[in-house]
């Protein structure tokens, strides 16, 4: 499905190069679900903006479906079936999640099937269709709104920035489901997923480390995972964040 | 309807929302005559005698009723000045939507100059809404110029909403407003501009009584050369909370000039005011380009949004 080959990403400020990614290649096989995780300032958001098309690589070359992708557009990726859930998602003044749910479907979807992929997220729907995606939602709720565009999205690779981060009322247990139900509803789709949280690395088929821009280690879940459990890597849930379990409640 | 034909309908339905004639009490304005009149049991709408204007007398606690009285010229060269006096009844509840369109195909610039006088009786509450709305190739200007006075009785109430989203070339707005005792102002203002339109807003509120507040709040967007300028004053006299709020958009060209006024003459007066002008952020356009929109169409959604 993806490729990467050799990729690096260098920026340039006033005196010296910094290179935020560096030789990096990997594949993500059709229907798999790969983790990356590696400590911070590592290069894992810098990584996913450049499978997006937000960042250009200095070298190196990006296949998907193995055509050259490495200069297409944002929007000819996103429409070629790349869907990206930020990390850190954006607000909008005066837009509604309908409207951000309903775009990122790319089709007139009726209100009760937006309703759906909020419900998916354990939000009420209720309470939210019609909220402004603007600073009156707080980050929790925010990141869960972005998981539901991506849901509504039903891209064939989709790539999520540490979707767990601030999530609080909802249970990982859920955040899990949605992958899963991802992966069975899509067909062929390919799911990666930059996270710490030891749970979402055990539903991985792969597992990449990737520290200083480069990849450090890279293998089938069973062998990796050993490896990096007790560090920064791979962190029990109950140490990051404050995970109250439960479904929406309306 | 009436004996319009298919341009001035089409500047009725953007200005009024209306297909046909509305329900309620109505005075339709075309090319300086009026075109058509309804009063109601409660509310009684006279021609001045000089035909350029109304005086709507709603009575006191008429509610749920509404007042319609759209302007629509399509002839190029007209310039008109009109008075419109309105006399809300104490206790009413009313809805009260102007407006204006202007068609203009020819050379020569065509004006249309609303003078509004509101005097809101005690406890009364006006919804009160008006649309601007510019078209046809000519090259003479549409040019709209309103002036608005909103005198508002103990513990009444007043919300405008103004809109003017497309084809005015020239606009200046000036609004004042009087409150008395526990009466309290709610504006919102919507208006884009682009080519070379020019848009200026000025109010001036004073608040006289105690426990009135002024809430004014404008949203624009500025495109290619056009400029805007948003001159809010508010004035406490009293024990008294106001609140004005300028939030805009810049694009290619635009300019904004955003001029906050406050004066506080009563320690008791609690008075605030923001203002941002910027370009949009990339960050909202890059989001919407993710889920497959063209940069342009991006654009086109954020703004969309932010003038909903
Ligand atoms: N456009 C850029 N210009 C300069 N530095 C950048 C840029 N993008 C990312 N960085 C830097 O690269 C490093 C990696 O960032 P990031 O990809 O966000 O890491 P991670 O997501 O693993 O925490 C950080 O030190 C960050 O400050
Ligand atoms: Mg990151």
Known sequence: MLELKNVSFLVSDTENDKEIIRDVSFEVPDGELIAITGPNGGGKSTLARLIAGIEKPTEGRILYDGEDITSMSITDRAKKGIGFAFQQPVRFKGIQVFDLIRLASGKNISMADACNYLSEVGLCARDYIDREVNSSLSGGELKRIEIATLLAKKSRLSVFDEPEAGIDLWSFKNLINVFQSMRENIKDSSILIISHQERILEIADEIIVLKDGQLSTKGRRDEVLPHILGTASAVPECKKVGVRGGDAKC | MLKLDEIQKRLLKEVADLHKVPEGAYNIRSNGKSAARESTENIEIVPREDGQGLTVKIKAGTRNESVHIPVVMTESGLKETVYNDFY?????????????????????DSEHDGIHRFYVGKGAKVRY???????????????????????????????????????????????????????????????????????????????????????????????????????????????????TECDSIIMDKGRILAVPGLEANNVDAALVHEAAIGKIAGDQIIKLMTLGLAEAEAEEQIINGFLK
């Open chain 2, 88 to 108: 809300v009844g104490e206790g009413s509840d009313v809805v009260i939507v102007a407006g204006c369109g202007i068609d203009n195909c020819g050379a020569q």
């Open chain 2, 129 to 243: 809404v008006e649309k601007h709305y510019g078209s046809g190739e000519g090259r003479g200007k549409r040019i709209l110029n309103p002036e608005t006075e909103v005198y508002l009785e103990e513990g009444s109430t007043m919300e405008m909403e103004m809109v003017q989203i497309k084809g005015v070339d020239d606009t200046e707005r000036s609004t004042k407003a009087e409150l008395k005792e526990g009466s309290k102002l709610v504006v919102r203002e919507r208006l884009m501009t682009h080519g070379e339109q020019r848009a200026i807003s000025t109010y001036d509120v004073e608040l006289n009584g105690d426990g009135s507040s002024a809430d004014v709040v404008s949203r624009s967007v500025a495109r290619d050369v056009s400029y805007q300028k948003f001159d809010a004053k508010l004035i406490g006299n009293a024990a008294c909370s106001g609140h």
